[in-house]
């Protein structure tokens, strides 16, 4: 039973339209969600997070928004940049250690 | 500063053979963690250590053993390789006293091949 799920396994968006990730966890002990970036032969790096008690964090072009109630959180990225091009994970942590991380979604920007 | 360095980068065993994965870190890090990366799978957790001397088991921890003798060693030992551990290994540490705690720090990996 996956907790968090991410449906779209790729993604394409043109160089300097908005892109749009989506995450969907099912356990809602959650409490901290992450987004971490990954290029090929490299290890991931983190990117943004947000707290359940809040429902939107920025980071210069990086927005997280959390809705609870449906369970659902989305990485914006505007304007979406070639160099964004990469693998992005959402994780969950339920207030342990651990994290729970969904399947990736491959992410292209086309020039 | 290294980070979290891993190694060997690449690695080819036969069924049956033992070896130990490396993963160090110099940042002083009270967490490290294990992960391992299949196709569709995403990441999971094996084994995670929150201080020297204190390890915990994972989502996936059949297989794999490990110990945290200290701060920035955190060894993963596969004892009887099998196909199934064929995977790319992450390590990971965080600190849960940093300003951002929830952060975990990747190493490079290690891609395992089991044959």
């Known amino acids: 039973d996956q907790q968090v799920k991410q449906n779209s396994p790729s993604l394409s968006v043109q160089e300097g339209r908005i892109s749009i990730l989506n995450c969907d966890y099912t356990n809602s002990m959650f409490d901290y969600f992450l987004w971490y970036k990954k290029y090929p032969a490299e290890g991931p790096t983190f990117l943004i997070s947000?707290?359940?008690?809040?429902d939107k964090n920025e980071d210069g072009r990086f927005t997280v928004f959390l809705n609870k109630s449906a369970k659902h959180l989305s990485l914006h990225i505007v304007p979406s940049q070639p160099g964004d091009s990469a693998v992005y994970f959402c994780?969950?942590?339920?207030?342990?250690?651990?994290?729970?991380f969904g399947t990736g979604t491959r992410l292209k920007v086309l020039a | 500063n290294a980070g979290v360095t891993q190694t060997p980068k690449f690695q080819v065993l036969k069924t049956g053979q033992s070896m130990t994965l490396q993963c160090a870190q110099d940042m002083n890090h009270e967490y490290m963690s294990w992960y391992r990366q299949d196709p569709g799978m995403g990441l999971r957790l094996i084994h995670y250590s929150v201080g020297a001397g204190i390890t915990d088991q994972g989502e996936v921890p059949n297989g794999y053993n490990v110990s945290r003798s200290t701060t920035e060693d955190f060894p993963l030992r596969l004892l009887s390789a099998a196909p199934s551990q064929t995977s790319v290994y992450f390590c990971?540490?965080?600190?849960?006293?940093?300003?951002?705690?929830?952060?975990?720090?990747f190493g490079p990996g290690t891609r395992l091949t089991v044959t």
């Open positions: 994780a969950a942590s339920g207030g342990t250690y651990k994290y729970i």
């Open positions: 990971a540490s965080r600190n849960p006293g940093q300003v951002r705690p929830y952060e975990q720090y």
């Open positions: 947000i707290s359940s008690i809040k």
